[in-house]
């Protein structure tokens, strides 16, 4: 098993530790010395094994380099980062969730295997495995297993309910993510339970959370804010310190995939907050998604008019670019707005929100409180 990624990613090169989120930038011709030292055979040469070692304590002093290195050849697609939604199942029914029906339903095992090589000559080093709730998939350890072995940089976005599991944490500690991203529903029995509609939920979590604690896993909570559990924000980030994890927010909520109006509901209307602009994303262009059923499209948000990566392979992702293009400019309502440029929702949300019939208030930045443009 490889000890360092070696990839390129955009007109950079990068040495990259499996789980960790640290990583070291090298010149291009010392990653073309580092490919061709794998292919011929060597040592770790002396100028890497330094920076190794005080980087991440990692003595690569007289390693053969073919034994401790994996190297990532170029792509000439370029999407270095990925997500990839294995199921829309889940053993939660959260109120707020954006994914609307949660059925049951995606690729065989050899047809994500074939996606999972796809997605490696497309140049993802970044992979994100999503869901639904990706551990519950029947094939979550094939897929996270296999994109380890091809080199790719794992992140998880769980609900933490599985994670006590010891098969899930044998593969965690043994194949380490950089980064499994905790969804928090409340710190409380009473809220979390409630707002999963799940008896037993927040017991679930708080198990998985502090087995994966004392595991050394690298946590990060996401805490999401709803009409629900609004009264426990602060006590929800307080976990966060509690379990030395980095805490992000979410408080707005988006209408289903589908552009369905019924997660709307949720959103604690007092907590909304002020986002910064919206100045352009690199989706479609260095980043894409996957959903169970291998259509590749822009991002999570934008799924018009996807590419299936099982019946077309790699070359379909020619022509994701050009559909991030059209997807990101001003349309419908917002065609001709002369205040775009500060303007903090994505088109794509944005034609979400007016497919659900929201309130202006929840995605146009120039309303006032009774969504008067």
């Known amino acids: 098993m490889h000890d360092l990624i070696v990839a390129p990613f955009l007109d950079d090169h990068y040495v990259l530790r499996p789980g960790s989120a640290k990583g070291m930038k090298i010149p291009a011709h010392r990653y073309l010395e580092l490919r061709q030292l794998v292919t011929t055979g060597g040592e770790v040469p002396t100028w890497l094994c330094g920076p190794v070692l005080r ?23 370029g999407h270095g980062r990925a997500s990839y939604e294995l199921n829309l199942g889940c053993n939660y029914a959260c109120k707020h969730c954006y994914l609307g029906l949660k059925e049951f339903a ?21 992979l994100q495995l999503t869901g639904g709730e990706p551990t519950i998939d029947r094939h979550f350890a094939a897929v996270y297993s296999l994109a380890y072995e091809l080199g790719m940089m794992i992140e998880v976005l769980t609900n933490g309910s599985r994670l006590h599991n010891p098969l899930l944490l044998d593969l965690f500690t043994t194949r380490r993510p950089y980064r499994l991203t905790l969804s928090v529903y409340g710190a409380t029995q009473e809220t979390y339970d409630g707002l999963t509609q799940r008896r037993g939920s927040w017991a679930h979590f708080m198990h998985g959370l502090t087995v994966a604690h004392k595991a050394g896993l690298p946590l990060e909570l996401t805490v999401i804010v709803t009409e629900d559990n609004v009264h426990e924000a602060e006590a929800m980030h307080a976990l966060g310190e509690q379990f030395g994890a980095v805490t992000r927010e979410y408080s707005h ?40 059923h291998g259509m590749a499209s822009v991002c999570k ?6 590419i299936s990566l099982v ?47 929201a309130p202006l208030n929840r995605y146009c930045q120039h309303t006032d409180t009774a969504g008067r443009r």
């Not at 709307?264 to 262009?285: E, I, V």
């Not at 948000?301 to 996807?306: L, M, Q």
């Not at 670019?321 to 944005?350: F, H, N, V, Y």
């Open 55 to 77: 980087q991440w304590s990692l003595d690569l002093t007289n390693t053969r380099a073919e034994a401790a290195l994996l190297v990532r050849h170029p792509s000439p697609y």
């Open 301 to 306: 948000i934008s799924r018009d008019h996807p």
């Open 106 to 126: 995606g690729l065989e095992w050899d047809q994500q295997e074939k996606l999972l090589y796809t997605l490696r000559d497309a140049g993802v080093i970044w």
């Open 253 to 292: 909520m988006s209408p289903t995939i589908y552009g369905g109006a019924e997660s709307l509901s949720s959103q604690a209307t007092t907590y909304l907050r002020k986002r910064k602009p919206f100045t352009g994303c690199d989706a479609g262009h260095t980043s894409l998604h996957v959903d169970p």
């Open 311 to 357: 019946t077309e392979g790699i070359a379909g992702l020619a022509r994701l670019g050009e559909i991030a293009d059209r997807a990101l400019g001003r349309q419908g309502g917002c065609a001709g707005c002369t205040l775009s440029k500060s303007c903090s929702t994505c088109m794509p949300l944005a034609a979400l929100y007016r497919k659900a019939s």
